[in-house]
């Protein structure tokens, strides 16, 4: 569940361990911690001035929130989540109600400077962007068109997330494959060969979204019919 999105019911909160013991709709409840909680300063009264609220000054049990998934259930422990969701798409990670701006360091200072004017352009406002390593010689009609479908996912997701009166699943990622060409598919590749009809079905569609220019070289195996 790792990067999957959930509305989340506050259970308990715990000042001493600044966290709190958070239900996403599965048997064992997550963990959110102090750093990964976000909050609005004007609905936040602080005792000390200038200083960062305390977690039970901002969580309360019964509290529905928007969170994602930082680190998988293991054994004993619950899920490790964050308020700080992002949302990767191809060429770039959104960051909702942020402004952070951010491009790969793996890239050289050029390609940086280059991409750097991109953001600026495409940038929603009011959200923040990451640019990854494989916005490389990307245009700026392929990083607006990437930010455009993740831009829509995520009002998709806020509006699910209005609607919830319960703790549950609003987001995915999407399957280990789909996962896999989004971080390595480029003009370099001849082609995609898939001998799963299904999966086919669901890595064209992707492909088709996010570079339309590729999505021929998405082939179906069908070995019955070789």
Not at 137 to 148: M, Q, S, W
Not at 172 to 183: F, G, H, K, Q, Y
């Amino acid at each position: 569940i790792d990067g999957s999105l959930y509305v989340a019911r506050v259970q308990h909160v715990l000042p001493g361990m600044e966290a709190a013991f958070v239900d996403i709709g599965i048997p064992k409840n997550a963990v959110l911690y102090r750093g990964d909680v976000r909050y609005d300063t004007d609905d936040v009264e602080v005792g000390t001035k200038g200083a960062q609220p305390r977690i039970e000054e901002v969580l309360r049990p019964g509290q529905l929130i928007l969170c994602q998934v930082t680190k998988n259930p293991i054994g004993a422990k619950g899920a490790r989540l964050t308020q700080e969701v992002s949302i990767p798409g191809r060429f770039a990670v959104f960051v909702p109600n942020s402004d952070a701006v951010g491009i790969s360091k793996r890239l050289g200072d050029n390609e940086r400077k280059r991409l750097r004017r991109i953001v600026d352009a495409v940038r929603p406002q009011g959200h923040g962007l990451i640019v990854r390593t494989a916005a490389e010689g990307a245009t700026e009609t392929e990083l607006r068109r990437d930010v455009a479908g993740l831009q829509q996912q995520w009002t998709e997701i806020d509006r699910a997330a209005g609607r919830r009166t319960a703790p549950g699943l609003l987001y995915r990622e999407p399957d280990l494959a789909v996962r896999i060409l989004r971080e390595e598919l480029n003009s370099d590749y001849r082609g995609v060969i898939i001998d799963d009809s299904v999966l086919f079905d669901q890595v064209r569609e992707y492909v088709q979204g996010v570079s339309p220019e590729l999505a021929e070289r998405v082939e179906l195996y069908d070995e019955t019919a070789e």
